[in-house]
């Protein structure tokens, strides 16, 4: 009784101290992307415990999930029985206060029927520092497998007289995905866009109708991210809003 007393106490006490308290230790943070074409949604777990309330379909994000810092078991098993594994990270490091994206890419490797087998994954470090005013922060991740290399126009139909900014010679991000290029933000002005996906060095379009997108969330930070071109499913382009 003397201990569950002073542990009343104890927290009577945090709570008289209103907004002053702070974690010691700040938790981590990583959203997931599903950018594999003919997998099942599936779903996140951490350390076994599953963080994800619905199954991730194509092109679905699971906004961010908190981690405590240290090493953690992060596993994507499939949403129809969270049994099949088609991921376990064993070892996956997180930094206290940082905050990752993984892009789940590829299609089931080594698979024996349309839910088993493996998926390939990319972690980013995010630097979720923001913008200017007026300003947002984007990044195209190249996962669709078997599309050629590919110039993304970038133009913003908000503004008369229209401008643009080209990402050039994107590739597949393949099997080994160079994480400290991939996890670069490039800074545009806030507006509307076009996506217009062309073959690298052509202004022969990869994907028609280009889609559109608003990027214009205050101080918004976006992650952009190419799929398809397997299973059956055509090319498409997936936005991530990481911040705010």
Do not use: W
């Amino acid at each position: 009784m003397k201990k569950i007393f002073l542990y009343v106490i104890f927290c009577a006490l945090l709570a008289s101290c209103g907004k002053e308290n702070t974690l010691s230790v700040p938790i981590s943070s990583a959203a997931f992307i599903n950018a594999s074409p003919g997998t099942p949604s599936f779903q996140i777990l951490g350390d076994t415990m599953q963080l994800t309330s619905t199954a991730l379909a194509l092109r679905a994000t699971s906004g961010y999930l908190g981690f405590d810092p240290g090493t953690r078991r992060v596993e994507v098993k499939s949403g129809r029985n969270n049994v099949n594994g088609y991921i376990n990270a064993t070892a996956q490091n997180f930094d206290a206060g940082a905050a990752y994206t993984y892009i789940v890419y590829d299609t089931l490797l080594g698979a024996t029927s349309a839910t088993t087998g493996t998926l390939r994954f990319v972690r980013l470090n995010d630097n979720l520092s923001l913008p200017n005013i007026g300003i947002v922060r984007t990044r195209f991740i190249h996962a669709a497998i078997n599309a050629p290399a590919v110039d993304v126009t970038l133009l913003r139909t908000s503004v008369t007289p229209a401008d643009s900014v080209t990402i050039s010679n994107t590739s597949y991000i393949g099997n080994t995905p160079n994480v400290a290029t991939l996890s670069n933000f490039l800074s545009i002005p806030a507006g509307t866009y076009s996506i217009r996906v062309k073959l690298a060095g052509t202004q022969t379009l990869a994907l028609s109708p280009a889609p559109s997108t608003a990027l214009t969330a205050a101080q918004g930070i976006y992650t952009l991210f190419a799929t398809g071109t397997a299973k059956g499913q055509p090319l498409s382009v997936g936005l991530f809003r990481n911040y705010p």
